[in-house]
């Protein structure tokens, strides 16, 4: 959910979900900054923890709905994948699997466990900069109050994208984000120029919320939902961003000695921004990046937000990751620590790469989705796990690569 921010590394403070779409198709310049090696090496299946007892029959139907999204595309067209060796990084490597996969009983678990081990090579990611395996982290979909209109304690406006926010390729060929002035693109609006009104009286408000500070950590995760005074739910997803550079709130209070680096978290971040109130804006808009938002279908409650691939994100099974070493749709075997009731569980998982994230760099770092409500809150923001990602890769296209 664009991606939405975690409740992630919360020293940093979990920008890792706002950034922009993935740009599907577009070409990928090489990578190399964030890795000690572009090689990935092949591993079997049998390497793999805990790979026979997931539940992959109901890993299934969310690669097929990332096949459903990937056909509709050009076979030419990029995945991602550019600072990594395996294939699996235009759309005509994945025609195949995506093919035999709609032939799998549903339903059936050593079906599906067949389907994944015939058409796919594991492939383990190459060292990054993180000494102990890959850093997980969560995100999930917040639940807010809020009112289509304004009146009474919603005073806090949720912007939809402006229409002078555009996204260029500059002279080196990077993508900046700004507002076009005289003919060049300028950094747009900060957080502190928003909150002070440069984008009022513009009729760019979606609703009102009753608190700032549930709008702040709204844009940090990018998506969610808005329970209006009548018990309707709005569900909001991730639209854009103002391009300026993010800044964590956790790292400016420990520098500033309000906090101390081990006591960060989203629970003590919120707790200092609404025990100071007077306080609080200036805060968080030492953070300039600022989110926009569009009201995504109402009819089904029970989908999770798109991601950046285009798909609904599934609870336990959705992730975000660093599309330059993963190619968005990919299967990703997953072995880390989740909290559950309070404790931490060993999650030997299948999971999809559907998202990215701003704060998400790297082949050791990823965002797992845990869906929306209070248990999803509560797991998201307790989740802070090292572990190990493995990539499959459609076998068809790792031979012919």
């Given at each position: 959910m664009k991606r939405m921010a975690p409740l992630c590394a919360v020293f940093v403070l979990c920008g890792c979900h706002v950034g922009e779409g993935p740009n599907l198709g577009?070409?990928?310049?090489?990578v190399g900054r964030h890795h000690k090696s572009s090689h990935a090496r092949p591993v079997s299946f049998d390497a793999l923890q805990g790979w026979k007892d997931d539940a992959l029959e109901d890993a299934l139907p969310v690669f097929l709905q990332d096949c459903h999204k990937i056909?509709?595309?050009?076979?030419?067209s990029a995945l991602?994948?550019?600072g990594i060796t395996y294939a699996g990084r235009q759309v005509g490597d994945w025609q195949a699997a995506c093919n035999a996969a709609r032939d799998v009983p549903t339903g059936d678990r050593a079906a599906a466990r067949a389907f994944f081990e015939q058409w796919f090579v594991p492939y383990a990611l190459p060292v990054g900069k993180r000494a102990d395996g890959t850093l997980f982290t969560g995100y999930y979909e917040p639940?807010?109050?809020?009112?289509?209109?304004?009146?009474?304690?919603?005073q806090t406006p949720v912007y939809r994208r402006p229409p002078d926010?555009?996204?260029?390729?500059d002279a080196q060929g990077e993508v900046v984000t700004g507002r076009s002035q005289d003919g060049q693109v300028v950094p747009y609006w900060s957080r502190a120029q928003i909150d002070q009104g440069a984008l009022a009286h513009k009729k760019l408000e979606l609703l009102w919320l009753a608190d700032p500070v549930d709008l702040f950590f709204l844009q940090l995760q990018g998506a969610g939902r808005v329970r209006l005074p009548d018990d309707r739910v709005i569900r909001l997803g991730f639209d854009g961003l103002n391009g300026q550079p993010y800044v964590p709130l956790g790292r400016v209070m420990v520098a500033q000695g309000l906090l101390r680096a081990e006591d960060v978290s989203m629970a003590s971040i919120r707790g200092w921004l609404e025990a100071n109130p007077d306080k609080a804006t200036d805060m968080m808009e030492q953070n300039p990046n600022y989110v926009f938002f569009r009201e995504l279908d109402q009819g089904d409650t029970q989908a999770g937000a798109p991601g950046a691939l285009g798909v609904s994100l599934t609870p336990d099974r959705s992730m975000a990751v660093d599309r330059d070493f993963i190619p968005l749709g990919s299967p990703v075997w997953v072995q880390a620590q989740v909290p559950q009731d309070g404790h931490p569980v060993t999650w030997n998982r299948l999971d999809f790469a559907q998202d990215l994230g701003t704060d998400i760099k790297g082949p050791d770092r990823a965002d797992l989705y845990m869906g929306w409500g209070p248990e999803a809150a509560q797991?998201?923001?307790?989740?802070?796990?090292?572990?190990?990602?493995?990539v499959l890769v459609p076998r068809g296209a790792e031979a012919a690569k």
């Open positions: 577009a070409s990928q310049p090489p056909g509709s595309l050009p076979a030419d991602g994948g550019a639940e807010i109050r809020g009112s289509l209109r304004r009146g009474g304690i919603y926010l555009v996204r260029e390729r797991a998201a923001g307790n989740l802070r796990s090292t572990g190990q990602m493995v």
